[in-house]
């Protein structure tokens, strides 16, 4: 320290936007102003109806996947698929997930939502549920069947250019042949306008699948991270 003396000199008090010293025998510098970093907070809504409290669904997953930082707050809210969510909340929300069979008015409201610029991240937990998100990508109808390989699928195919792998990308993180699928939606994106498939089973069939709608997006992964689907939330 300069311009006064620094021995004996220790820190009075912290405040949130500011140090202060006592004990010096010059107080011009004694006080350091720091600006607070900026809390960003940011809300899911979830549209499924199983219990966060039990471990073999997948809200039990997400909620812990999601933990809060010093500068990233995370508010998960949960709302039936079939009521209308409020409009507000629809507002208020910068992602929505849908697990379960969405009504026609529910996928109305993603859509008008996901055209704004936000995303939905599907993850259909039937071919029922994957089936009801075809109003949300803005076509008639979703063919849809249920995949289930003898023993288990992998993926195969990843592209890692993609923003959703690209963290993945080095050779040290990019083995996925480990993570094991003992089901999965198949669904055929050719018939989605500007679909792209972001990564393949081993049979070929897509795993997630990148549909850009308006100035937002939807996301659909094709099998669960609950353990019933896969190994994806426990490996």
């Known amino acids: 320290k300069t311009g006064g003396t620094f021995a004996g000199a220790m820190i009075h008090r912290l405040y949130p936007d500011r140090v202060v010293l006592r004990g010096d025998s010059e107080p011009f510098d004694n006080t350091v102003y720091v600006t607070p970093p900026a809390v960003s907070r940011s809300r899911i809504l979830y549209l499924g109806s199983d219990p966060?409290?039990?471990?073999?669904?997948?809200?039990?997953?997400?909620s812990r996947a999601l933990p809060a930082t010093r500068r990233?707050?995370?508010?998960?809210?949960?709302?039936?698929?079939?009521?209308?969510?409020?409009?507000?909340?629809?507002?208020?929300?910068?992602?929505?997930?849908?697990?379960?069979?969405?009504?026609?008015?529910?996928?109305?409201a993603l859509r008008s939502q996901v055209e704004s610029g936000k995303t939905v991240l599907a993850v259909p937990r039937n071919a029922a549920a994957a089936a009801s998100l075809a109003p949300v990508l803005g076509i008639p109808?979703?063919?849809?069947?249920?995949?289930?390989?003898?023993?288990?699928?992998?993926?195969?195919?990843?592209?890692?250019?993609?923003?959703?792998?690209?963290?993945?990308a080095d050779a040290r993180f990019n083995d996925f042949t480990r993570l094991h699928f003992w089901r999965y939606r198949r669904i055929d994106p050719a018939g989605i306008p500007g679909a792209r498939v972001v990564a393949r089973f081993d049979r070929g069939d897509p795993a997630l699948v990148?549909?850009?709608?308006?100035?937002?997006?939807?996301?659909?992964?094709?099998?669960?991270?609950?353990?019933?689907?896969?190994?994806?939330?426990?490996?």
């Open 52 to 62: 966060a409290s039990d471990p073999r669904q997948p809200l039990y997953f997400l």
């Open 141 to 168: 109808s979703l063919g849809v069947e249920e995949g289930r390989p003898e023993n288990y699928a992998m993926m195969a195919e990843i592209d890692f250019r993609n923003p959703l792998f690209a963290p993945f």
């Open 72 to 108: 990233v707050g995370v508010d998960l809210d949960q709302r039936s698929p079939s009521a209308p969510p409020v409009g507000a909340e629809c507002e208020a929300a910068r992602m929505f997930v849908v697990t379960e069979p969405v009504s026609e008015v529910v996928a109305g």
């Open 210 to 235: 990148e549909v850009p709608v308006g100035k937002g997006r939807v996301v659909i992964l094709l099998s669960g991270w609950n353990p019933e689907d896969s190994q994806f939330a426990t490996k």
